[in-house]
């Protein structure tokens, strides 16, 4: 209608770039405005899809007649298009992800897969990655086979691409939650080790590698696991590693205070804008609470 090739227009004619007004449309999600989001996302990917349309129809981005000069600067738009639908796909996934609209989610990350080709080594680790992102979809919301289905997947795409140097941090970490959903933690704890063997900065797999480690009563090798990637790497502490030691401190003792101001006092020596005091857990109750 002539209010949808209004948007077009302004968004053709504009000087902004697209990934500014992709970032625009998903801020009202981290404000809690998860709706105004989905309606600037779609808003976004029915241009797209139009463009696209256009495009494929012998016509100029905005539908007036084609005026280039070659078919390869079509291709060229079309595959730009085609990519910018495909970032706007992510964002209505991930805003679906934060509003817990598991099954949505997936049925829009099902589809990025199910399009997702090509044998080249950036169409098969995104595969990979898209079958990785499902399958932790599916065990967040419970479907522990679902999300076995698509770990084969990954491990099947990646035996047939002859790819396993490269995604094979991949295949363990999905190996590895699979463990902790059926309860085998000793199992998934032997993953997460060997995925810190090979990269001592993975916060994902040190933190999961510390729970394993509580669930199996192993409380003091828990915090070594996690003061040991503090201490080594103060420079690339992370908010989730530093929030899981503080809590184990509180479980190894109720006097953790000086534990926790000290690694107070290295997050504000090399990480002062990405750690949140929150973190720490110092806030003292309020009498009669």
Aim: charged fraction near 25%; glycine fraction near 8%; charge should be negative.
């Amino acid at each position: 209608g002539r209010a949808g090739r209004g948007v077009l227009l302004f968004i053709l004619g504009c000087l902004v770039p697209f990934a500014l007004r992709l970032l625009v449309a998903e801020l009202p999600m981290h404000l809690g405005k998860h709706q105004e989001t989905l309606d600037q996302l779609y808003r976004l990917l029915h241009v797209c899809q139009k463009v696209v349309d256009n495009l494929n129809g012998d016509l100029a981005e905005d539908g007036c007649d084609w005026t280039a000069t070659s078919d390869d600067e079509r291709e060229d738009l079309i595959a730009l298009w085609n990519e910018r639908k495909t970032q706007v796909s992510f964002s209505l996934g991930n805003c679906f992800v934060t509003m817990k609209e598991y099954r949505l989610a997936l049925s829009i990350f099902e589809g990025l897969a199910n399009e997702s080709g090509g044998s080249e080594a950036r169409g098969v680790v995104n595969k990979v990655s898209l079958y990785s992102g499902l399958g932790r979809l599916h065990l967040q919301s419970g479907n522990i086979e679902g999300a076995k289905l698509a770990f084969e997947k990954v491990e099947e795409t990646v035996a047939n691409e002859k790819m396993e140097e490269a995604t094979g941090a991949t295949v363990k970490m999905n190996r590895a939650f699979v463990c902790v959903s059926l309860g085998q933690y000793d199992k998934a704890a032997n993953y997460f080790r060997s995925l810190t063997k090979m990269d001592p900065t993975n916060a994902t797999a040190v933190n999961n590698l510390a729970v394993c480690l509580l669930y199996q009563g192993r409380l003091k090798d828990a915090l070594t696991v996690l003061e040991e990637m503090i201490w080594k790497n103060p420079d690339n502490v992370q908010e989730s590693v530093l929030f899981n030691l503080c809590t184990a401190y509180e479980l190894e003792s109720s006097k953790t205070t000086q534990k926790k101001k000290t690694m107070l006092e290295l997050a504000a020596k090399y990480c002062t804008d990405t750690v949140s005091g929150d973190c720490f857990k110092l806030g003292h109750r309020k009498s009669g609470s």
